[in-house]
């Protein structure tokens, strides 16, 4: 089973230009989560979708951030303009909950390495 | 918001020598994983534990969800071992639909040769 995957895997960009980052979850898994991990730090949830919804972007900072995930599969997250304290590994994670059903374990993608200079 | 309090933060080991890690959590909990993260940042998943015992290979981990904590057994380490360890909950009373994970900030291992 292929797990979830994430592009690119490395971006170097200046502060104030724009950045995209791509997930493909696992076949099947409803859930998708993006997050960001600051240096020495654990993972930060970003925003949540249960299908193509958002369930949570309660953290997601709006005024730069963006994230969709059309039909319900593939998601992209956007930065736009990027700050230096944006220099972060952006992680997409997948699982199979649907609302209470189904179990909650969620597996990781590679991640995406952001460095804003 | 739950808090994830993980100990030790730091932990150098001998290759062969056996360690407990520990995850404490501030409220009741639906799931509890446990992770390593590899130098390259890729988080792998060690355990699904929200209650009980598992083990796997030279791993177990055990979770008393009543007591609030969870512990992560590795035996005869190897170099290989060497990351950050990360327990993660999503918390019991989390409303609607939003199954977010908390992580912890993670016990860095070192495993020397």
């Known amino acids: 089973e292929a797990g979830v995957a994430q592009s690119p895997r490395y971006k170097i960009i200046e502060k104030r230009q724009s950045v995209a980052f791509w997930c493909n979850p696992i076949?099947?898994?409803?859930?998708l989560y993006w997050y960001q991990q600051i240096l020495g730090q654990g993972p930060k949830l970003l925003i949540q979708?249960?299908?193509?919804?958002?369930?949570?972007d309660s953290q997601l900072p709006k005024d730069r951030f963006s994230a969709e995930r059309l039909k319900g599969v593939d998601s992209t997250l956007k930065i736009q303009p990027a700050k230096l304290e944006d220099s972060a590994v952006y992680l997409c994670?997948?699982?199979?909950?649907?609302?209470?059903?189904?179990?909650?374990?969620?597996?990781f993608g590679p991640g995406t390495r952001l460095t804003v200079t | 918001g739950i808090q994830v309090e993980q100990s030790p933060p730091d932990l150098i080991l001998q290759e062969g020598a056996n360690s407990t890690l520990r995850c404490n959590f501030s409220?009741?909990?639906?799931?509890l994983q446990w992770f390593h993260q590899n130098p390259w940042g890729q988080l792998i998943n060690l355990f699904y534990?929200?209650?009980g015992t598992k083990q796997n290979g030279r791993l177990s981990a055990t979770t008393v969800a009543t007591e609030r904590y969870s512990l992560l057994y590795i035996s005869s380490s190897q170099t290989t071992d060497s990351g950050v360890y990360f327990c993660?909950?999503?918390?019991?009373?989390?409303?609607?639909?939003?199954?977010?994970?908390?992580f912890g900030k993670g016990t860095l291992l070192t495993v020397n040769p």
């Open positions: 994670a997948s699982s199979l909950r649907t609302g209470r059903m189904g179990q909650g374990e969620q597996y």
């Open positions: 076949s099947g898994h409803a859930t």
């Open positions: 979708f249960q299908n193509n919804g958002v369930v949570d």
């Open positions: 409220d009741s909990v639906n799931n």
């Open positions: 534990i929200p209650s």
């Open positions: 993660a909950v999503e918390p019991s009373d989390s409303g609607g639909s939003n199954y977010k994970l908390t």
